[in-house]
């Protein structure tokens, strides 16, 4: 998700009731639930750095810990105290373990078993910025400070929000099964259809709109192409509407295109891949070979010779 969803969710966790642990409870569960988006740091090594090692080790199980401490020891030189560090360490962890799951609910997906595997997990249930969220996290923000307000005009004792954060909190969970339960029924309505005379190879349904939870995006595998749609699961679904991408045959020139560092990277990410080999004008004979993956706009690929021969790579968003 993105960092305001983090930051709102860190503060909505301490005002929750997670500030009795700690007095800088806000600053350890804000800080800590952004914690693993250090990895923004690659950004100064180029774009395909970035890429690669985003939402990677920093947001491990391994890491979690570490990232957990250093947010604990950077509250403490900030406070220039220690005093109950112990309580701040719980409450970082919670913080960190709030950023991996939220991210775990969408498309783009987290690796969590790094160093041990690159495996990728998503839910692709949510939207990396979802406005429903946004909207309830951010009432649970104002409404207090709003609150306070018009207590200090009538004399009145305010609020301490944690109502509302509490609120926020538990329509995060419900919501996010609702959505749960929504996709579930996308993908077994991909599943059910015959598309060009067969059955599908694999299917998958991914958050299109940012108010919508009905309207997806389909994505059905088929040997020799690939089809996307628009899904509105309150509209009768039509398989023969999609979009059709023919999968080039394998070769030399692919296979080339394959053992460079750009291509390997984005496959690595890839789940649904779309390949696409055209002439290129330098040298005389040669093949520019892409890869995408249609979910984001990230493309790799490669300038192979007329003998296969790998000519440049690349990477670019």
């Not at 642990?21 to 740091?41: G, K, M, R, T």
């Not at 950077?74 to 360490?89: D, E, F, I, P, Q």
Request: charged fraction near 15%.
């Amino acid at each position: 998700m993105d960092n305001i969803t983090h930051s709102l969710t860190g503060l909505a966790l301490s005002r929750a009731g997670l500030n009795r642990w700690y007095s800088h409870s806000a600053l350890v569960l804000v800080l800590s639930a952004n914690a693993p988006d250090i990895d923004i740091l690659m950004a100064f090594r180029g774009s395909l750095p970035y890429f690669e090692h985003h939402r990677g080790l920093s947001h491990s199980l391994v890491m979690a810990p570490v990232l957990a401490l250093l947010v604990v020891l950077l509250v403490c030189a900030l406070t220039r105290s220690m005093r109950g560090w112990k309580a701040a360490y719980g409450l970082a962890i919670i913080g960190v373990a709030s950023h991996l799951l939220l991210d775990w609910t969408n498309a783009y997906g987290v690796r969590f078993l790094l160093p041990f595997s690159s495996e990728w997990f998503r839910l692709d249930m949510n939207n990396i910025i979802d406005l429903w969220i946004w909207g309830v996290l951010l009432v649970a923000t104002v409404g207090p400070l709003l609150g306070r307000l018009v207590s200090s005009e009538i004399g009145g004792k305010p609020g301490s929000g944690r109502g509302l954060a509490i609120f926020a909190l538990s329509f995060l969970l419900i919501y996010d099964f609702g959505r749960y339960m929504i996709h579930q029924r996308a993908l077994v309505m991909l599943n059910s259809r015959v598309y060009q005379g067969g059955a599908p190879l694999r299917v998958a349904a991914f958050p299109t709109s940012l108010t919508n939870p009905f309207q997806w995006t389909g994505w059905v595998d088929r040997p020799t192409f690939a089809m996307r749609f628009s899904v509105d699961l309150l509209s009768d679904f039509d398989p023969g509407t999609g979009t059709i991408f023919f999968k080039p045959e394998p070769g030399p020139a692919m296979d080339a295109a394959r053992q460079t560092h750009p291509v390997q990277v984005l496959l690595d990410f890839a789940h649904f891949p779309l390949w696409r080999i055209t002439p290129a004008s330098d040298p005389e004979g040669a093949h520019r070979v892409e890869v995408r993956d249609w979910r984001f706009p990230f493309t790799a690929g490669a300038i192979v010779d007329s003998s296969n021969r790998v000519v440049s790579s690349y990477f670019h968003f």
